[in-house]
């Protein structure tokens, strides 16, 4: 499992627009390099991103071989009511994790 860091605002209004930072740390192999004994490494990438706020989608992204490893994606979404955001990253080789946070929306 890998670690994720994810940054919300300490307080939120309803209404106001919020900024979203997430990070994840992984190693983003494009498979396009040689190990030490000269063999391709094989692909190991992130290709999704997904944050829904009580379960509607509100960013998505696909991500490519050009990313760079522990990816960092930051968007902003209006924060309508308290709820729950779901952040989910999906990748090759089976890779799926799902962070979650509550906010709270006074």
């Known amino acids: 499992m890998a670690r994720a860091f994810i940054n919300l605002p300490a307080s939120i209004r309803r209404g106001e627009v919020i900024e979203i930072r ?49 990816p960092y994606i930051a968007f902003h979404t209006v924060a309508v009511a308290s709820g729950l955001l779901s952040f989910t990253w999906e990748g090759d080789n089976g890779f799926s994790q799902t962070e979650s946070r509550a906010i709270t929306v006074t």
């Open 22 to 70: 997430t990070l994840i740390n992984h190693p983003m192999e494009t498979g396009y390099r040689r190990d030490s004994g000269g063999e391709l490494m094989p692909r190991d990438i992130i290709r999704r991103f997904t944050c829904r706020y009580d379960g509607e989608v509100v960013f998505s992204a696909e991500l490519h071989a050009a990313i760079a490893a522990n």
